[in-house]
């Protein structure tokens, strides 16, 4: 019996430790260069500003759709907005997932928070490759007040 419970434990944190390691396993520096495409729309550091899309300091911890500049200059989608609105704040975890495939990512969330209506992303930009997202969120991470990005 004690074999096979250590056998269960260990098929699920091969499960799960994906997910975990993906928002903490990044190389900030690498994920600095990275970002340079994201900056098209978001600004991250001292002198951050609104751009297309929400400063991203902080972001890890946040509300979703909540940085109070953006919600001034009317820079998130309905959907966003509804999102954090249902409770849902980033993690490194969900930013890693999101950042693959945001529409997708916005869909999905909508049907586990039980949000009516049809779920539409502002952001099509998405970072396929896996150690991008890491790298980047590792970098991101740096200009959040919660450092250790978690569920």
């Given at each position: ?5 250590r ?14 390691a993906?928002?903490q396993e ?19 550091g001292?002198k951050?500003?609104t ?8 972001v ?10 953006a919600?001034?200059r ?26 693959e495939?945001?529409?997708g990512w916005?869909r ?8 009516d209506?049809?779920?539409a ?9 896996e ?11 740096q ?9």
């Open positions: 019996m004690k074999s096979f419970l056998a269960v434990a260990v098929a699920a944190a091969v499960l799960i430790a994906p997910s975990v993906a928002a990044g190389d900030a520096a690498k994920g600095e260069k990275i970002f340079k495409r994201c900056a098209t729309c978001h600004m991250v001292d951050a500003k751009k297309v899309g929400p400063i991203l300091n902080n890890i911890g946040r509300a979703a759709g909540s940085e109070e500049d919600l001034k009317k820079r998130y989608g309905k959907s966003m907005i509804a999102v954090g609105e249902a409770g849902f704040k980033w993690t490194g975890d969900e930013i890693y997932t999101y950042l495939d945001p529409r916005l999905a969330k909508y049907k586990e928070l039980k949000i209506g049809r779920a992303s502002k952001m099509a930009f998405r970072l396929r490759k150690q991008d997202r890491r790298d980047v969120i590792a970098y991101v991470a200009f959040s007040k919660e450092a250790a990005p978690t569920n």
